[in-house]
């Protein structure tokens, strides 16, 4: 097996772990099933808000943290405060421990940067980044199907009432554990793509064969009779100054080309409205689900069908070889407008049924909408910005 296989495997495990977190699609049910009932406006008004605000400030934090620490430590941190986060539902949370709770859940959030950019710098050969990333990616569907799926049966057929919620916030937390200890046995990484560099090996030309070089005059066996060395101390620690200096080389070598600025800002733009939307959404099918007495939540399953249906989607996607660059305006205007246009259904909706198959529709037409648009910008990208074009793909 190849070192950068390994690399896949260790991130692969560490990215399933983390999505198993089965009561992410009940937690507003649960809240309101406790003895000291939490409301839907309380929620979405005063609990969600608070990570909302709070979010860009970790993100940029987090992103700038986890090169100098070296990813590992973040990945740690990622699984601690997935504890904290879960361990303070229990009980009877007030409103005060799921605000302090939503402040840990943005930091679990925004240290998902860590894994990735943990695997760009495990992983020499760029040529083996676009693999990798589709691998990860893959466990991370595989992972949060599991999950939801794990979620729905508990809920709908072993314990249908407050203790089945219980029993889904342990289950979390024992996924979080689990992520924990992953975090402290994979290997620690030795450089980054920013604070920590490999030196320029030092060429030894005494062990260089100049007659033979002389006699074929070729470059081949030159390169082939360089004995390279490399000094005991081969790490070199780059000064703030130069690590901003290249971020901004990589930021404006990446951004000045207006076809990956067009992609970039549209996927910008369209990813804040759908983490919004994937959060306040169980807020709106509580309400239907009120109004409807023979309406059942199926949230988990719902989750579960959408992965696996934007999976489809986004395979089905990539193998087509599509004039983007030329029609790509056009294609942003009217995707942009066709989500726009089933939020307005989806909000406007009286059937929890209905509700959830616009859902899925929104999300499978953005999953496949951000394939292409990820495409676009590694196609116009310089591959050497790749790992870093990933990272601000992330912090937004």
């Known amino acids: 097996m190849e070192p950068w296989e390994k690399v896949c ?38 609990v969600y808000p608070i990570g909302t605000y709070i979010n860009v400030f970790f993100v940029v934090i987090v992103f700038l943290v986890t090169d100098y620490l070296r990813y590992k430590p973040i990945m740690i941190i990622n699984g601690i405060s997935g504890i904290i986060y879960y361990s303070l539902l229990l009980g009877s949370p007030t409103t005060m ?8 859940q943005v930091i679990f959030r925004a240290a998902e940067v860590a894994y990735y950019t943990y695997m760009f ?23 949060k199907c599991g999950s939801g799926l794990l979620s729905q049966v508990v809920i709908s057929y072993l314990s249908p009432n407050l203790t089945g919620y219980i ?36 060429i030894n030309f005494e062990s260089i064969d100049t007659k033979k070089i002389i006699q074929n005059k ?9 004995d390279r060395t490399y000094t005991q101390n081969d790490l070199k620690k780059l000064k703030c100054s130069e690590v901003i200096r290249k971020l901004w080389l990589d ?36 309400k239907l689900e009120k109004q409807d007495i023979n309406a059942h939540l199926m949230n988990a399953a719902v989750d579960s069908l959408t992965t696996i249906l934007s999976a489809v989607a986004t395979y089905s996607t990539g193998r087509i070889n599509g004039s983007w660059d030329k029609y790509g305006e056009y294609l942003i205007a009217i995707v942009s407008m066709g989500l726009g246009c089933i939020l307005i259904v989806l909000s406007s909706n009286k059937s929890l049924n209905w509700s959830y198959g616009y859902y899925i529709i929104f999300c499978c037409t953005y999953q496949t909408m951000l394939t292409i648009s990820s495409a676009e910008i590694a196609k116009f990208l310089k591959r050497d910005c790749y790992a870093h074009c990933q990272r601000y793909i992330l912090l937004i």
């Open 218 to 226: 070729v470059i081949e066996p030159f390169r082939e009779n360089i």
């Open 121 to 143: 710098a495990q992983i020499k050969n760029k040529d083996q980044y676009q693999i990798a990333y589709s691998r990860v990616r893959a466990s991370v569907l595989v992972g």
């Open 251 to 286: 930021f404006k070598v990446s951004y000045t080309d207006v076809n990956l600025l067009k992609w970039s800002v549209w996927l910008s733009l369209s990813l804040c409205g759908y983490i919004m939307i994937g959060q306040y959404i169980q807020i709106l099918w509580q």
């Open 9 to 46: 495997i260790h991130v692969s495990m560490y990215a399933i772990l983390r999505e198993m977190r089965p009561i992410d699609p009940f937690y507003v049910k649960y809240l309101s099933q406790l003895p000291k009932q939490i409301t839907e406006e309380t929620i979405g008004e005063e």
């Open 167 to 202: 029993y889904l916030i342990y289950i979390s937390i024992f996924g979080m554990v689990l992520t924990t200890i992953w975090s402290l046995i994979i290997p620690p990484v030795k450089f980054s793509l920013y604070f920590y560099k490999q030196k320029e090996p030092v």
């Open 97 to 104: 421990k799921l605000k302090i709770g939503q402040v840990f």
